[in-house]
């Protein structure tokens, strides 16, 4: 079993990116025993289907002409027994797969000849076209399959290829649903209109650019279905209008053993029964495993994840008076061939009560993992591999998740960049903002609600009685991110964490939330760590700032420090590419390149290759984070750089 | 003055609500109300407004992807409101774009060779081989990607490297004008400087004409000749890219100056205290259902009684173009100035 698997993942002559992409599918689907187990099933169902004399020793429709050995159970000449013309039933079962395949077959190219390319049309044309195939696909849908089946019989034949043509016409129902579906979705799709804008025809569109992305569902879909169709095929043999009553179809030897009418005949139901469950259970099992591991994120389960680490020894003090005091924070992510990316290292940082720390770095520099893992929520296969983290004074490195939840929603609130998304859309806004307050205090249930409606009014949603009965699509982007902070702010919270809270607002909403913030800050003294990568949003709202570059700290600085004389030649990069800084028309300055993947984290100072002013001595030795006053700056040649405030220099 | 390569004459474009069974008949959304600009080769014209302004909408109708209800679209000179579909290859082969998301612009089943090469094979009939391999190299270079990106599918790049992508893609077919419906929007800082000099080489390269569309005018002032402030479908201010931005003559175009924060504490303190003046917990009337008078009344802090009765008409303002606005007809009658002394001292007064 397992040597098929590897020889097929192995064999793939595709080029190398594809046949990556491809084995890891291979990969994940073997992994699952069943899948295995199924694979092999439906395997040998082919082989008997194309050459059934290799698998059966006995001719299927021969019996005993003697008829002495009439239903005998299983012996070594017959493995399963014989019927009642002393016919060898697993030669019988062998042969039945023919019929089964040839269902399959029939059924489905009917199913997908008419309903793929019809849920295609209907989908993309939409309008009077849509609802008339529809309205016919959802009468035809409604009835019985059987039912259509026997139609078409009475129309044709009744033989087994007009039954599945009455079946295939049914299931073709399924496929209009499944094609038109997924062509409603992917029209909406930006690359299909980037697709018109080039000036494709829509058949073009539909071949090339829709079709593909149908397959996956697609396979799932016929796996699925082919075992509904052998099933059914079954069904039509058994009460006689499919396989003639002579065939080895395995529908028919069920009805044989009721026809037999003797006891010995009941074992007969065994061997076509048990071909049939183990079928349809093989195409169920097969369909599910394609659909698991069509999934890009399975992968990473596999890899071994350490329990527990044992941290060593910090050296750092937490700092005494901090909300949220971090030290020397480390994560470390399981890679392929046991390595190890550590995507954050030696991070600390504090916040005081009242204070706003602002976090900016590009996307991929680490500022939301190091929230994520000081709160105790390292995404899973990452863990913490070196650090100490304490909250309001208390250790809180290795807190059982269980007390973790009771400090997160209550001394910690969240505001996230998505402000509908982070609402669940099926409840009303004030159900959401009363269920911490349930959770957490010992409020009743009209307190609660009394209190949700202070919230929204504090944060300046108007008329908040009225709002509280409202869903959050109801919300603009705006309103929907002072119902985010109304959330965080419900139980008093001593820490507020923003992450990138205004990146996905309109910038006049933008300024208006920040306003909100910063007052809500001032009536409840909380500390707030806001993380962005917007240097704008830092000079208008932070106190401190912490500069992140690919998972460690950079730089730290008061805010008027930090823009009016940056250290660290990556501070001075970010604002010197911000279209704000520059009056005129000419080129941007720019950070050449991207932030590198943790697995690529060069060895010397991680921004060398970037930076305009690297040395060879930044390229190999690791820069440190070194004391500048009260601020810290890790950079082997701050010294050197006197950089000034840096508006209008290049403009 | 060269000719304009695209005029948009007095457009309108609104979405009739549509009556379903059991339903009352929506109402119909009004998303652009009668905007005109014209864009000549080499020059950019911005659009810049938020969300729901109607900018992008601009944008579809020009590309003809949503019908248009009043005006007249002309490509250098010729009216191209309505392509007939036989005429929509030759359209094509003018007009392209960059949109917003990186992401699900481009199909994650194609290699970078496909999504740059289609255009090629569709529009000058090049198969598959090496002479459309070496256009496609020149295309990538030309947006400052290395040739070993022919083979790369999306999810194996960044979004800079996909706008960059996406920029070629418009490029192959060699058009007029290339519509950047928030192209550089969901770019980080770093990146988003790149792909805007990506877009000024290739202006300089290729003459093509740009509409930028953007919601923050720090970002369309940098990259336009010309810009238009849009609100609720209608263009309230348009002009010179840099008068507008020094000397805004419309209170909406001073509060999304005021709104975009600059790296700089202290000029942020100022930008803050001005942003502040504008009213926080009003919210733009829906396109659906439009005021009478100018639809940004009720958010302005400077409204008057006639603002609230009528649509202001467009008036010359003092950076050459022009505004829509009572505040320069009637009340104070700042005849097309700055509008931001008055709003401050209007808010100082208070």
């Known amino acids: ?651 | 003055m060269t000719a304009p390569f695209l005029e948009v004459e007095n457009l309108h474009v609104h979405f009739a609500g549509r009556s379903r069974l059991f339903r009352s008949a929506m109402p119909t959304v009004k998303a652009v109300n009668g905007i005109s600009f014209a864009i000549e080769p080499h020059r950019t014209f911005g659009l810049v407004g938020e969300s729901g302004s109607g900018k992008s909408t601009v944008a579809r109708a020009v590309l003809q992807l949503t019908d248009v209800t009043a005006g007249t679209i002309r490509l250098d000179g010729a009216d191209v409101t309505r392509v007939p579909r036989e005429a929509e290859l030759a359209f094509r082969k003018r007009v392209q774009a960059v949109l917003q998301d990186p992401y699900s612009s481009l199909n994650q089943v194609h290699q970078v060779r496909t999504i740059v090469g289609d255009g090629i094979t569709r529009h000058f009939g090049i198969k598959p081989g090496p002479e459309r391999e070496q256009r496609i190299l020149a295309l990538l270079d030309e947006v400052g990607l290395a040739g070993e990106f022919l083979d790369r599918y999306p999810y194996e790049m960044s979004g800079g490297q996909r706008q960059r992508v996406s920029i070629a893609r418009a490029l192959a077919v060699e058009p007029g004008l290339i519509i950047a419906d928030e192209a550089t929007s969901a770019l980080d800082v770093s990146i988003q400087s790149q792909v805007i000099n990506v877009l000024r080489r290739v202006q300089a390269d290729t003459g093509v004409a740009f509409l930028f569309i953007g919601h923050d005018l720090d970002v369309v002032r940098h990259v336009s000749d010309d810009v238009g402030v849009m609100y609720l479908g209608y263009l309230v201010e348009q002009g010179g890219a840099d008068g507008v931005y020094d000397l805004p003559a419309h209170p909406y175009t001073e509060m999304l100056i005021a709104s975009v924060p600059v790296p700089d504490p202290a000029a942020q303190a100022e930008r803050r205290a001005l942003r502040q003046t504008f009213k926080k917990d009003t919210e733009p009337p829906s396109p659906s259902d439009l005021p009478v008078g100018c639809p940004f009344a009720n958010r302005c802090p400077v409204a008057m009684d006639i603002c609230t009765e009528l649509m202001p008409e467009a008036t010359a303002a003092r950076h050459g173009g022009h505004v829509r606005c009572h505040l320069h007809t009637s009340g104070p009658v700042l005849a097309g100035e700055s509008v931001v002394p008055y709003i401050r001292s209007a808010s100082t007064a208070r």
């Not at chain 1, 075992?227 to 395995?250: E, H, N, Q, R, Y």
């Not at chain 1, 680490?309 to 050296?315: K, M, S, Y």
Request: with cysteine; charged share 15%; aromatic share 6%.
């Open chain 1, 1 to 651: 079993m397992s040597d098929a698997s590897t020889a097929v993942a192995v064999s793939a002559p595709q080029p190398v990116q594809a046949a990556r992409a491809r084995s890891g599918f291979w990969m994940r689907l073997f992994r699952n025993p069943l899948t295995v187990a199924a694979a092999v099933w439906v395997t040998l169902l082919l082989l008997a289907w194309l050459w059934p004399g290799l698998l059966a020793p006995h001719d299927p429709y021969a019996g005993d002409v003697t008829l002495t050995r009439t239903f005998e159970g299983p012996s070594w000449d017959h493995w399963l027994g014989t019927d009642g013309q002393g016919r060898d039933l697993y030669s019988r079962v062998v042969f039945g797969a023919r019929f089964a395949v040839n269902s399959i077959l029939i059924a489905m190219v009917v199913a997908i000849g008419l309903g793929v390319p019809l849920g295609l049309f209907s989908g993309w044309r939409g309008g009077r076209a849509d609802r008339v195939v529809m309205w016919v696909n959802d009468v035809l849908f409604s009835l019985p399959i059987v039912l259509l089946a026997m139609a078409v019989i009475i129309i044709l034949e009744p033989s087994l290829p007009s039954a599945m043509l009455g079946v295939g016409i049914a299931m073709a129902t399924r496929f209009v649903r499944l094609t038109r579906a997924v062509t409603l979705a992917e029209k909406e799709e930006l690359y299909v209109d980037a697709a018109r804008i080039t000036g494709l025809s829509p058949p073009a569109i539909l071949r090339r650019y829709i079709t593909p992305n149908l397959l996956p569902s697609l396979i799932v879909q016929v796996a699925i279905i082919s075992g509904a169709v052998i099933l059914i095929g079954a069904t039509l043999s058994f009460l006689g209008i499919g396989a003639k009553l002579d065939d080895p179809d395995w529908g028919v030897m069920l009805a044989r053993a009721r026809f037999d009418f003797r006891l010995e005949g009941i074992w007969q139901i065994v061997p076509a029964g048990g071909a049939l469950v183990l079928t349809v259970l093989a195409f169920n099992l097969l369909g599910d495993g394609i659909r698991d591991s069509l999934g890009r994120d399975a992968a990473s389960s596999s890899l071994t994840v350490p329990r527990k680490v044992a941290l060593p020894p910090v050296v750092q003090l937490h700092a005494s008076g901090a909300v949220l005091s971090i030290r020397d924070l480390a994560v470390g992510f399981p890679a392929p061939g046991g390595m190890v990316n550590r995507v954050l290292s030696d991070v600390s940082l504090e916040v005081f009560p009242g204070e706003t720390l602002g976090v900016v770095g590009e996307s991929g520099s680490g500022k939301s993992m190091t929230m994520l893992a000081a709160l105790g929520l390292t995404p899973a296969p990452g863990y913490l591999s070196q650090g100490s983290v304490s909250f309001d004074g208390r250790e809180v490195t290795f807190l059982p998740e269980q007390e973790w939840q009771e400090i997160r929603g209550r001394d910690i609130g969240m505001i996230f960049q998505e402000p509908v998304a982070a609402l669940n859309p099926a409840l009303r806004v004030g159900r959401q903002l009363m269920q911490s307050l349930l959770v957490h205090t010992d409020m009743s249930k009209s307190q609660a609600r009394a209190r949700a409606a202070e919230l929204l009014a504090e944060v300046q949603v108007p008329d908040p009685e009225r709002r509280l009965d409202q869903y959050p699509h109801e919300f603009s982007g705006g309103m929907a991110q002072r119902v985010g902070i109304a959330m965080a702010l419900a139980c008093e919270p001593k820490l507020l964490i923003a992450d990138e809270p205004t990146t996905a607002l309109d910038v006049t909403v933008q300024g208006q939330t920040l306003d909100l913030m910063a007052e809500v800050q001032q009536r409840h003294g909380m500390a707030v760590i806001l993380i962005t990568h917007d240097l704008g949003v830092i000079a208008d709202a932070a106190d401190r700032v912490l500069v992140m570059y690919a998972g460690q700290v950079v730089e730290t600085a008061s805010v008027s420090t930090l823009f009016s004389r940056p250290r660290h030649p990556y501070t001075r990069a970010l604002l010197d590419t911000m279209p704000q800084s520059h009056r005129g028309h000419g080129d941007l300055p720019v950070i050449g390149g991207v932030v590198p993947s943790a697995a690529a984290w060069p060895d010397g100072c991680r921004f060398a290759p970037r930076c305009e002013f690297a040395t060879d001595q930044c390229r190999t030795s690791v820069p440190l984070l070194e004391a500048v006053g009260t601020d810290l700056v890790r950079c082997v040649r701050h010294a050197e750089f006197e950089f000034g405030p840096h508006a209008e220099t290049s403009a």
